[in-house]
């Protein structure tokens, strides 16, 4: 077995003083060896809480890390050590970087060049639409996606890059086992198939409290660009374009309405300085050129332009295109067609997903 | 001698109850046998108190049979037919022809009105007997052809009649009023709202399930009530059936031709929607047959109601099982349920924000979902307008309930000649195998439900929801091939589609 995987398994269980003890070991105040026979003594020396030496004692006499070793081979689960060759670079911007990352999944390695995705869960339709038309942007444009797997935006971007056939990472708060939120679960398997589940909390741990936060700093380390799409003020989602901004990342953010309170925070950052993600298309375009994958792969744009649509259709889509969210009788006001042929055309609209229903009773039409 | 007969009920069966009499000698005492009920029993002091209010004043002891003994006999119904026998036997009364006699009494011999009057006018006109009846259920027994019955005011009146002393009045058969019940709400009174009054018109048309889903005062309520106007009025053999039912329970007749409309509150038990109980009664859901049951707040119901709801809406009707035998009830019913988006009911509002928490919002979605929604055709959310948008839509009331009426008549003209013979009556009964041979698609549209089918994954029950619905919108543009416009329209009625914006 791996000496060196083992403790460093054993450290990363520690949170914050096994940080401590692993720095001791990487200049030598002390051997591997040492560690593993647990002197109280030299640990006090290292500054090393009593309650922390109690729970390593613990933990080796029950022999912890080689518990947590079978139930990777078990559970497929890598365990990449901050010195593996396939820890991502990135993660060492951090001043905290995990010392382990649970790795379960397909993909071996993070590109340099990602995208990140944040935003609430609770989300409009607008904003999960934006989230899963990004999601579906970097598939095509073979830029790898990241993202927390949480429910509403985080889904939503996973989903859009699972679904075209994209590469994409889900960092969870929770063990790599423990898929949350539950509703989420099928989608975590489609994810092990196209990019990988990643954590840096041991096999079988709870989603706690203070989990999402340091999960939020890793989503932030791996990005490169990081798009908050939907966020209130006080969110997770600002909390990682906050580390975004401090590690040096690019900063985007999806403007809102100023009257929905899930808008402001993505307004706040634009207001400070961040990037407005105006154009989904422009942006991927500059951002492909910049990764020297150029592809031509435009999803939306030429499925529109191919589809050939009819006079009627033509007119209907103009309404939805100047406003969404428009039901089928205000678009009657504005054409001079029955209710019942918009209906007709509407469905069929929809059908070709040209447009697409964005709230109960009310359509919207895909840009 | 001729018997005297009362009924008791069986679902919605009258079963005849001869009633014997027998007085002899000794200390007054009345005693009833063949298992009566608490009503039956209390009877006694009903019958005593009449009789003597015409003059028959009860001596000895009176021993009351109800036969056949093993059939448990319940209800105030009775009363007629037991002072009847004893007048046979003590006032000089005869009955000269076999006849049934329904009808609670009041202590000053007055007859009050009962529930099963219809029931019993069915088996006296089955077994060729005279009916006599409460004045009060005279309407009702008016509806059935064929029936020799008569109106007793009081039993003064009815003893008169049967010493041949006076006549009473008889009941004449009055056909039901063919025009349309008045439609109320009316289509035209339901501001915008196309899309679901279009909604509306082809569950209608194919009887075909709905569920509607929208935020508080977006008027689903309003939209299921004027439902009930777009339905064809009641066939003949359709109003019998409502009329028996409604009969059964006492509910009185309003409207004749019109279809029921039952709302359901969510705190019903399994029993109250379905049928049951000791008494044996029909539940919401056989009061509502050949018409509309509106489940408002559909989520809310518990499990084992929606789960005892789904065998009856297969069959179209309900086996009621208990130890003293089981009945059927009918249980056709065109089933409409409503619900808000979420438990603050303001997801997808353009104005209103949603309160809910992502895990409500799960729990309330997955309750949401289940078999029950299986059985349902049509989805559909309603937006709830705004105010500038009511506005703007001031002075554009629409078509007429009494056009779309007519529309959808027309389609179930339709649909009853298709399927004439093979014993369906509209196109959401159509049975897997005959849906595969007879609803054929032109490749054109074919290969454009496969491209739709990829995007919003339907499985195969979900599909042949569409084919169905298809073929209904196809029958209601007298189009005998099905479009592409009508496949479209039919699949942005699927869940997935209806209630994209719902997901979390």
Known sequence: ????????????????????????????????????????????????????????????????AETEMEKCLKLDIRAVGIEDEDYPAKLKDLKDPPLILYWQGNKKRIPHKCIGVVGTRRASTYGRRTALRIGEYCASAGITLISGGASGIDGNAHQGACISGGKTFAVFGTGVDVYFPQSNANLFREIKDCGALISEFPIGSQGEQWHFPRRNRIVAALSSKLIVVEAPLKSGAMITAGFAAELGREVWAVPGRIDEESAHGGNKLIFDGAYPLIDLKDFFETNTRESAVFSNDDPKADQVSDIDLSHEEEEILKVLRFGGGQTVDNIALEVKMSAADILKIIAILSAKGIIYSSGSGRYSANV | ??????????????????????????????????????????????????????????????????????????????????????????????????????????????????????????????????????????????????????????????FAHLRGETELARVGYCEADFTPPQADPDFSDIKGQSAAKRALEIAAAGHHNLLLVGSPGSGKTLLARALKGILPPLSDPELMEVLLLRSTVGNSISSVRERPFRSVHHTASAVALCGGGTTLRPGEISLASRGVLFLDEFPEFTRDVLEALRQPLEDGQITVSRASGSVVYPAKVLMVAACNPCPCGFAGDPVEHCTCSPSALERYRRRLSGPILDRIDLHISIPRLMPEELVSLEGKCGESSAEVAERVRAARDIQVKRWSGYGIGSNSEIPEKLLRRKIVLTPEVKSFLLRALNRVRLSGRGLSRVLKVSRTIADLAASEEIKLEHVAEALSYREGEALSWMKI
């Open chain 2, 1 to 158: 001698m001729n018997s005297v007969s009362g009924i008791t009920l069986r679902g919605v069966k009258a079963v005849p109850v001869e009633v014997e009499v027998e007085i002899t000698g000794g200390l007054f005492n009345i005693s009833v046998v063949g298992l009566p009920d608490a009503a039956v029993r209390e009877a006694r002091e009903r019958v005593r108190a009449a009789l003597r209010s015409v003059g028959i004043t009860l001596r000895g002891r009176v021993a009351i049979n109800l036969a056949p003994a093993d059939v448990p006999k319940e209800g105030a119904l009775l009363d007629l037919a037991i002072a009847v026998a004893i007048a046979c036997v003590q006032g000089g009364v005869k009955v000269r022809k076999t006849s049934l006699f329904i009808g609670e009494l009041a202590l000053d011999g007055r007859l009050r009105k009962v529930r099963g009057a219809v029931p019993a006018a069915f088996l006296a006109r089955e077994k060729g007997w005279d009916i006599y009846l409460p004045e009060e259920n005279a309407e009702e027994v008016s509806l059935v052809e064929g029936v020799s019955a008569w109106r007793v005011k009081s039993l003064g009146d009815l």
């Open chain 1, 1 to 64: 077995m791996d000496e060196n995987l083992k403790t460093l398994l054993l450290l990363n269980s520690l949170e914050g003083q096994g940080r401590k003890l692993w720095f001791a070991l990487k200049r030598g105040l002390m051997s591997q060896d040492e560690f593993w026979k647990c002197s109280a003594k030299l640990f006090t020396e290292l500054g090393i809480t009593e309650r922390t030496i109690v729970a390593i004692k613990k933990k080796i006499d029950m022999r912890w």
